[in-house]
């Protein structure tokens, strides 16, 4: 098998709060919000990209941190999109093959970030 790019694909999920008082004026509300996170890489020595329960420990350490905060104590415009972005950079730093988050606020709401 040529060893193109390939990815790997982690979901995730927590609740969480956030309001908002800007343009939008909306109360503290709750979100369960669930995510996926992709990684794309070469396949290593043993064919894989990574290990899918390592990226899964992660995810869920970073799911403790926001598990029924205030987003607006992590954030200071605690949008979707805001958000997308925070959890990408913490996975970033761990697996620096992460190339997309997907975080959907509600089923038929979500915010996408990816690098190339």
Same mark, same amino acid.
């Given at each position: 098998?040529?060893?193109?790019?390939?990815?790997?694909?982690?979901?995730?999920?927590?609740?969480?709060? &956030?309001? &908002?008082?800007?343009?939008?004026?909306?109360?503290? &509300? #709750? &979100?369960?919000?669930?995510?996926?996170?992709?990684?794309?890489?070469?396949? /290593?020595? %043993?064919?894989?990209? %990574?290990?899918?329960?390592?990226? %899964?420990?992660?995810?869920?350490?970073?799911?403790?941190?926001?598990?029924?905060? *205030?987003? /607006?104590?992590?954030?200071?415009?605690?949008?979707?999109? /805001?958000?997308?972005?925070?959890?990408? #950079?913490?996975?970033?730093?761990?697996?620096?093959?992460?190339? #997309?988050?997907?975080?959907?606020?509600?089923?038929?709401?979500?915010? *996408?970030?990816?690098? *190339?």
């Amino acid at each position: 098998m040529p060893n193109k790019n390939f990815s790997i694909t982690v979901s995730s999920a927590f609740g969480a709060f &956030h309001s &908002h008082d800007k343009t939008l004026s909306e109360p503290l &509300h #709750r &979100h369960d919000f669930k995510y996926d996170i992709t990684l794309r890489a070469p396949l /290593n020595e %043993e064919g894989y990209i %990574e290990d899918f329960r390592k990226v %899964e420990d992660l995810l869920k350490k970073i799911n403790v941190k926001l598990e029924g905060r *205030s987003l /607006n104590e992590i954030l200071p415009l605690p949008t979707t999109e /805001n958000l997308a972005y925070y959890i990408f #950079r913490e996975v970033k730093k761990v697996f620096p093959s992460a190339v #997309r988050i997907t975080l959907r606020e509600k089923e038929n709401y979500s915010a *996408s970030y990816e690098e *190339s």
